[in-house]
């Protein structure tokens, strides 16, 4: 009953309001777009792009999407906004869905490692803690979260529990055996294809398979099962780099894989800092359990954490904050064996059990209010605004240009039968915007070649008529292009020079501004909103 009664509060936190808190971020058009590039029936690769990710993370999510016939199953409308929304909260109702199923992989895994009062409280502080909305969002580490959990958790079926119960443990089964789910063999086999999936979604989670061989050889005392392991460990990511030779591009994927390496943007302490502001409970708490793990030699939680802290802090200088989604729920075990050891051990005084039991249940009240105040928030309204308004002028061209707003998320009215765009056929018309907007024009409704993948694809525009739909993300692009050919780094215009043409001769028919900068983002929790911008304000324009 404890363990149903997270798992809803956790489907309330993950799944309620989908597509209004968090705002719609660039890399989840990204892999929208490529889920839809597969569900076309257009392959796993997308030719302008090159590999810059393995496959698993958009074949997933294009995998799931058909199941229910997405898109044509939503059947969408240029004309309603609603079908924008739709369009939208299926992918993230999904992300939602893959983060319940976290909450209880990370309860069972503390179960068998530490028992049920550390993997329930485990489990609430992932549930509850703000630190957890990013799995909301459409991102890579979202998706292969539960891939990684689940291997980890048939790494350690087999393992002694912390309260001392035995577990039956052979080396190889049975050919008799009628419970193949209960055969090790079988077990590391899916720990390993698990694991494997993980690492085909998002490269750096090699730095993982220490952690899961040892668990592995722990279990079992065997090293040909580790070797056993290693072999779909191995052989699942490889299919990326074996698509690449089939079809003789192996230099490319070179060039995808550094390209990757030498990017650069925040430092590692800023990422760390910005896991703080969303989330200092948590932080300081899982800081604690990390250091108390070390302590005590855990290494379930130094294997998880240090090669993830030693990629980041010293190997790569392209961070993100929300790359540190793999070890959140190493942070919440090891606040939880922190707490319970505090809490159970008979060795501490009965009061000071009770304050920290007090101080649990405050922390929890505390991270519940938090993740509950970012939730309820429609942060996003000024993005769909700005798919209704594109998406009924595209279907209603008639008129010329008559008003200009520049209110909010609201547009002026005109007057009846006018719209903001003239006369023009649907494949006269090219659509250039970041990839938030790009996928739903491009393969929803059908707009193809006509719509930029990308405001960086580099393509002549042909048409007549261009729209721009120009946020944050399109505007820093066209800023830092320009820096770059100004500083002389490039021989030639490039597609930067034109596009920049292009905006500065374009006029402006709307502008939509969100909510974020209405809330004091130096307080908790809405630090949070820090990162929820979503490109605002968003400019559309007409050339």
Known sequence: ??????????????????????????????????????????????????????????????????????????????????????????????????????????????????????????????????????????????????????????????????????????????????????????????????????????????????????????????????????VPVILIPTIWPMHAAIAGELEEWFSGISWQLSRINNSFSDSLHSLFLIDPALSILGAIGFAFALYKKDFLIILWMVPIIILFGVLLDYINWFHWVPIQPALCLAAAHFMGRVQFTSKISKNFQRITGVLFVAIVIFGLIGTGSLITIDLSAFQFETFGFVGTQLANRTGVPDQVSNNGNQVKHLSEGEHLLEGLDNFDTTIISSPIYSWVFKYVFSYGDYVHDSYLENKSVESDQVVLIVDRYFRDYLMSGYQTYRSGNTKSPSDFVKLTQIDERAKILAVFEGKTHLYNRFNYPYSSLTFNFGGSPVQVKVH
């Open 1 to 230: 009953m404890p363990l149903l009664m997270v798992l809803i509060t956790s489907a309330f936190i993950h799944i309620w309001n989908p597509i209004g808190f968090p705002t719609v971020h660039v890399d989840e058009g990204t892999y929208m777009r490529r889920a839809l590039h597969i569900l076309e029936g257009l392959g796993l690769k997308e030719e302008l792009w090159g590999y810059d990710h393995p496959f698993f993370g958009p074949l997933f999510l294009a995998s799931t999407l058909s199941i229910i016939g997405y898109p044509d199953s939503l059947n969408p409308d240029l004309t309603r906004k609603d079908s924008f929304h739709s369009l939208y909260m299926v992918p993230r109702l999904i992300m939602g869905i893959l983060a319940v199923i976290d909450t209880f992989l990370v309860y069972r895994i503390g179960e068998i490692k530490y028992g049920r009062k550390v993997a329930l409280i485990s489990a609430i502080l992932f549930s509850v803690m703000p630190l957890t909305w990013v799995l909301r969002r459409i991102y890579l580490e979202s998706i292969l979260l539960p891939f990684l959990l689940s291997s980890i958790l048939f790494a350690i079926k087999n393992q002694e529990v912390a309260v001392g119960v035995q577990l039956r443990r052979r080396s190889w089964c049975n050919q008799m055996d009628s419970n193949a789910l209960q055969c090790p063999t079988f077990q590391i086999l899916i720990s390993g294809i698990l694991l494997g999936l993980a690492i085909f979604t998002k490269i750096p989670i090699v730095v993982m398979i220490p952690l899961v061989a040892y668990l592995v050889y722990k279990s079992n005392k065997s090293l040909p099962l580790v070797g056993f392991w290693l």
